[in-house]
Every structure is written in structure tokens, then in C-alpha cells.
């Protein structure tokens, strides 16, 4: 309703958290706010990681955290692979978090530099909630932010239903506008 009514903010920046970010998402929030948008990563526990102005990546905020990807087999990722994000809090001393698995999945961002100068490593995304993935046959994983991201370069689709059938077959049932 912002753009709508065009009501106008004066804003230096807009944070965002809690949900996958999406480029349509920030490109309307930015134009709806008139202001760059810094994309965060947090759970209850921890702040994670951060966006800088260079927008390439999540910071992981490694003076405090230590933060693992880890593979099916429980091995330590290093690699663009997605994994399992396992965190151990190196700060809070009264009730520690070691090797504490969050339940969400990301990758990290492979590169040499940020050219923002920070050398802390990053996450390239995050993926969601592992219990929201479906999962089908051939290890495919599908995160729940899949579908709503897709359809939406269908103008005319109104809504959408996806039905599991069973690990190899899923049903996508659509209302058409109009």
C-alpha cells in the first residue's frame, strides 16, 4: 500500500530477517521505502550474519559464533555445497551453544575477498528450515520459499496448491485469474 498511496520515507536503509530474501522482494521494498535494503540472518540464539553495502553475501559474524555447514554424512563443508548450519556461540559464557544444530540449511559464498574489506566468511544463501524442505526421491530438496517465488512471474495465476503424493510424485493444482 506504500507505492500505492505513495507515501514517502526518509530512510538511510531498511533491514530485513526472519524470511529468504528474494531479488523482486528487495527490488519493491527498496522502491517502496526509497532506501537500500541490508538482508540479516538471526534465530532466537544468535545474530549470524549481515549483508554489507556490497550486497554479496551474509557475513557470518565470527567474532562471537563459529559456524559449521555440515553434509548427510556429518562431514564438514567447505565447498558451494548446501549443508546443515551448526553453530557454536564462542561469547556467551552462561549458557553455551556448542556445535548447536539450528535446523536450517545454507551454502557458503566461495570467494577470495568482499570488496567491502571484510574478511569474515559468508553464507552464499540460506536455503530455510530443513523440516519445511520437501524432499523427494533422487535427493532433490525443494525449500518451501520454491513455489511462491516461481509462480509469481505468472501474472495469471491467482493461487496455487501443492500436493504430495508420495516421495516421487507431487500434483501443482493452479487458479487462473479471471
Same mark, same amino acid.
Given at each position: 500500500?506504500?507505492l500505492? &498511496?505513495?507515501?514517502s520515507?526518509?530512510?538511510?536503509s531498511?533491514?530485513?530477517?526472519?524470511?529468504?530474501l528474494?531479488?523482486?522482494?528487495r527490488?519493491r521494498?527498496?522502491?517502496?521505502?526509497?532506501?537500500?535494503v541490508?538482508d540479516?540472518?538471526?534465530?532466537r540464539?544468535?545474530? *549470524?550474519?549481515?549483508e554489507?553495502?556490497? &550486497?554479496?553475501?551474509l &557475513?557470518?559474524?565470527?567474532?562471537?559464533?563459529?559456524v559449521?555447514?555440515?553434509n548427510?554424512s556429518?562431514e564438514r563443508?567447505?565447498s558451494d #555445497?548446501?549443508?546443515?548450519?551448526? *553453530?557454536t556461540d564462542l561469547y556467551n559464557?552462561?549458557?553455551?551453544?556448542i556445535?548447536? #544444530?539450528?535446523? %536450517?540449511?545454507?551454502?557458503? +559464498?566461495?570467494?577470495?575477498?568482499c570488496?567491502?574489506g571484510?574478511?569474515? +566468511? +559468508?553464507?552464499?544463501?540460506?536455503?530455510?528450515?530443513?523440516? %519445511?524442505i520437501?524432499k523427494?526421491?533422487y535427493g532433490?530438496?525443494?525449500?518451501?520459499?520454491?513455489?511462491p517465488d516461481?509462480?509469481k512471474?505468472?501474472d &495469471?495465476?491467482?493461487?496455487?496448491?501443492?500436493?504430495?503424493? %508420495?516421495e516421487?510424485t507431487?500434483h501443482?493444482?493452479?487458479i487462473?485469474?479471471g
Open positions: 500500500q506504500i500505492e &498511496h505513495r507515501i520515507f526518509n530512510l538511510d531498511v533491514i530485513t530477517s526472519s524470511e529468504t528474494y531479488p523482486a522482494q527490488a521494498i527498496e522502491k517502496a521505502f526509497g532506501a537500500p541490508y540479516n540472518y538471526s534465530s540464539e544468535f545474530a *549470524i550474519a549481515a554489507c553495502s556490497w &550486497h554479496s553475501g &557475513h557470518i559474524n565470527e567474532e562471537i559464533l563459529f559449521e555447514l555440515l548427510d556429518n563443508i567447505f #555445497e548446501d549443508g546443515r548450519v551448526i *553453530i559464557l552462561s549458557f553455551p551453544f556445535r548447536y #544444530e539450528i535446523g %536450517d540449511l545454507a551454502s557458503w +559464498k566461495i570467494e577470495d575477498r570488496p567491502c571484510i574478511t569474515n +566468511k +559468508k553464507f552464499e544463501r540460506i536455503i530455510g528450515r530443513e523440516s %519445511d520437501l523427494l526421491a532433490i530438496r525443494i525449500p518451501p520459499t520454491f513455489f516461481y509462480f512471474i505468472y &495469471h495465476i491467482s493461487d496455487f496448491m501443492v500436493e504430495i503424493l %508420495d516421487a507431487i501443482i493444482h493452479t487462473i485469474k
